[in-house]
């Protein structure tokens, strides 16, 4: 079945320190991996899709297919990162997108 | 920069109610997908619209829901007879055929069903 686990809930850092949120899909294809983030009161909008290997606001993040994970990383973490994060697929370019349960971010000063 | 745009945010029917809840898609994408987010859940896909007709539907769009673009720009999803168990966050998205096909969302209408 198609499936994204992203098995924290919650994540808190402080300033500074490295953040990584994981997430791990089962899909029998070879499918599109997305981070989504929503700021406080914003809309959903693409962070990260792995086709793209780019590096935004500092995030990165690796497809590994053989543990299928997707997991987001930035190496310091700053305030204005705090937001809820959505890993997501899609099998098809046209095709619906599978979302996670997301993570809530949040950095401390 | 463009933006998918729902209206209203937020909705409050009764059970029974018929419900339309209105998106404007980005102007040059063809593609139109709703998803909905119950409080605490995922977010999943209810249906993706091309070409004046269904791409796909998930289980959950069922006889209840329908889709609509009733013009050059709007795109609607019709619940028919709501139940408390619609009562989501409900989101449209939309796409382009270029390049960078991604999926852009709207901010999302807040359903309350009574």
């Known amino acids: 079945a198609q499936r994204v686990t992203q098995p924290e809930k919650l994540l808190s850092v402080f300033k500074g320190a490295p953040v990584e949120l994981k997430c791990n899909y089962s899909y029998s294809g070879s499918p599109e991996l997305f981070w989504y983030v929503q700021y406080s009161r914003q809309r959903l909008q693409l962070l990260l899709r792995?086709?793209s290997r780019e590096s935004i606001k500092g995030f990165t993040a690796d497809l590994n297919k053989g543990e299928t994970s997707f997991h987001l990383k930035k190496p310091f973490a700053q305030e204005e990162d705090s937001a809820m994060y959505y890993c997501?697929?899609?099998?098809?370019?046209?095709?619906?997108?599978?979302f996670g349960r997301g993570t809530q971010l949040t950095v401390w000063p | 920069e463009p933006e998918v745009t729902q209206t209203p945010s937020h909705q409050v029917t009764q059970m029974g109610q018929e419900v339309i809840l209105r998106c404007v898609p980005i102007?040059?994408?063809?593609?139109f997908y709703w998803y909905r987010q119950i409080l605490g859940q995922k977010v999943e896909f209810l249906v993706s619209f091309y070409n004046n007709e269904i791409s796909e539907k998930s289980e959950i769009f069922d006889d209840q829901f329908s889709v609509e673009r009733p013009d050059g720009s709007n795109f609607t999803l019709k619940i028919r007879s709501t139940k408390l168990e619609d009562s989501a966050m409900y989101f449209c998205a939309s796409q382009p055929i270029t390049d960078f096909n991604i999926q852009y969302f709207g901010a999302g209408t807040r359903l309350s069903v009574l």
């Open positions: 102007s040059n994408h063809l593609y």
């Open positions: 792995h086709i």
């Open positions: 997501a697929f899609r099998g098809s370019t046209l095709g619906r997108l599978y």
